[in-house]
């Protein structure tokens, strides 16, 4: 089992930044990827950023530039930030953490967090 928790949602204005935090604890061994996703009102979920074991990443086409995974191990847990600078209110969302023992893509991930909002203001 694996325990995924996110933070760091908040409001924020056009241009602005938030940095989000997940932290995932239990059996690490059996996670190959971490991933961000996001989703609005109305619409579908969609994959964000991901980040894998060996440190490779993957950021989503319409953040790329904007967003930045990263990763840390700290003792069993292993905490994964999303650095999103440059906000704008198409970013409104949900934010959820989630982790895969294999690929990251939305309807793959084993374990997921609660998620996180993020609100941003023109």
């Known amino acids: 089992q694996v325990q995924v928790v996110e933070s760091g949602g908040g409001s924020v204005q056009a241009g602005g930044s938030l940095r989000l935090s997940c932290e995932a604890s239990g059996y690490m061994r059996s996670i190959n990827c971490m991933g961000w996703f996001r989703q609005a009102p109305g619409q579908e979920r969609e994959g964000v950023a991901a980040i894998y074991a060996g440190g490779g990443t993957h950021v989503a086409d319409s953040v790329k530039g904007r967003f930045t995974i990263s990763q840390v191990n700290v003792a069993d847990k292993r905490i994964v930030y999303l650095q999103m600078d440059n906000l704008n209110p198409t970013d409104t969302a949900m934010y959820y953490c989630?982790?895969?023992?294999?690929?990251?893509?939305?309807?793959?991930?084993?374990?997921w967090g609660r998620g996180t909002l993020v609100t941003v203001s023109s």
């Open positions: 989630a982790a895969a023992s294999d690929t990251c893509y939305t309807k793959g991930m084993d374990y």
